[in-house]
């Protein structure tokens, strides 16, 4: 019973239910993707794969016939943890780091640039391997993007690049100017996100 004296049970939300939501809520941008090619760096981490959830799943329902690479330090440990993943039948994992990256002669018409060690322990230990690992990764797959012909090149990046967000603040406005203190090492990936 909640505060109202309202007696009915609610189920706890589900994947299903996330993925039902995103499918309906780009309903008119799933055709878009139809035949498509992408590559997308980053897919394995949190945020990629749930991109990745969300293209099977719409795949699935849709019919899309979208082809997806994956780059991936560790295409095992990927396919152990996201197995349904790894054996969509229209994605493929190739093994790579974001710092190398070089263009593969193949042609993608989108690619996505999720791709960053977000690593704590990297950012306090070695700050400029933090930043240039994201400033060059960036650099990286858009010589990528340019060599595949991609039509459209998304880049995905971090909430840090506001810095500390004050109390009184409850959204942060995409044309706010506040930033991290750059004078602070710890402020590497914030800055190198917000240098690429």
């Not at 499918?23 to 799933?30: A, F, M």
């Not at 749930?50 to 329902?61: F, P």
Request: charged share 25%; hydrophobic share 40%.
């Amino acid at each position: 019973m909640d505060a109202s004296g309202d007696r009915t049970v609610k189920r706890p939300w589900s994947l299903s239910d996330d993925l039902s939501a995103i499918l309906s809520r780009l309903t008119p941008d799933w055709p878009r993707l139809a035949g498509k090619r992408l590559f997308i760096t980053g897919g394995t981490g949190f945020i990629g794969r749930w991109m990745l959830e969300a293209l099977a799943d719409a795949d699935r329902r849709l019919g899309l016939g979208v082809g997806v690479t994956v780059l991936t330090r560790d295409p095992a440990a990927f396919a152990a943890k996201a197995p349904h993943l790894a054996r969509h039948p229209g994605f493929r994992c190739v093994a790579g780091d974001i710092v190398s990256l070089a263009p593969d002669g193949e042609r993608y018409d989108h690619v996505i640039h999720a791709a960053t060690d977000a690593s704590a322990q990297l950012n306090e230990h070695d700050p400029r391997r933090m930043f240039d690992t994201v400033v060059e990764g960036t650099r990286r797959a858009l010589d990528f993007a340019t060599a595949a012909g991609a039509e459209r090149f998304f880049f995905l990046s971090s909430g840090a690049v506001y810095g500390a967000q004050p109390w009184a603040m409850t959204h942060v406005a995409e044309e706010w100017l506040g930033g991290p203190d750059c004078g602070n090492p710890r402020n590497a990936y914030a800055e190198g996100k917000r240098a690429a």
